[in-house]
């Protein structure tokens, strides 16, 4: 695996069926890590319904983690019913740094992104507009632009925690 590309499901709290169809990985609300139904390795070369397809034009090679959250967003003021949580963001960022020592994946722009940060780098392939994630309700100070630089921050910090234990 290359990168691990970081999502908001727009959903509720808990994983759906079909959103376990679309990422490898689901954190909900309490932060607890649900599999989809596929593993990392079947994104390794996507062959047609039997891969996560998480990332229009960016899934070889991409471990689609996401937070089932944030139904109902329009803004940093109209967040929905379902904003992240502090529990759930922080256990995520957790379990990515456990993803970039299990796979070696080095914290970078280009290996460890939102689907936001690859549509902008990717302008011509179907990820490019998504909107996750480009507000954090727990951490409502960061702005969008540096919201990919912050989660590479908690991922390289927990990845150190990691490191020391």
């Known amino acids: 695996m290359k990168r691990i590309i970081i999502h908001w499901t727009a959903g509720n709290y808990y994983p759906t069926e079909y959103e376990k169809l679309h990422y490898h990985f689901l954190v909900d609300k309490n932060g607890k890590i649900h599999k ?41 003021i109209i967040v929905g019913n379902f904003p992240i949580t502090k529990k759930q963001f922080e256990s995520c960022m957790e379990f990515c740094a456990n993803l970039c020592k299990k796979y070696k994946i080095p914290i970078s722009p280009q290996t460890v992104m939102t689907h936001y940060e690859f549509g902008l780098n990717y ?43």
């Open 36 to 76: 989809g139904k596929y593993r990392p390795e079947d994104n390794e070369i996507c062959r047609p319904g039997k891969y996560a397809s998480h990332t229009g034009g960016g899934n070889t090679g991409s471990v689609g983690v996401a937070m089932c959250a944030m139904a109902g967003f329009k803004s940093g």
């Open 123 to 165: 302008p011509k392939t179907s990820s490019a507009g998504k909107i996750d994630i480009i507000y954090l309700p727990p951490y409502s100070w960061v702005f969008k632009e540096e919201i990919g630089s912050f989660i590479r921050t908690k991922v390289k910090w927990y990845l150190n925690k990691v490191k020391s234990e």
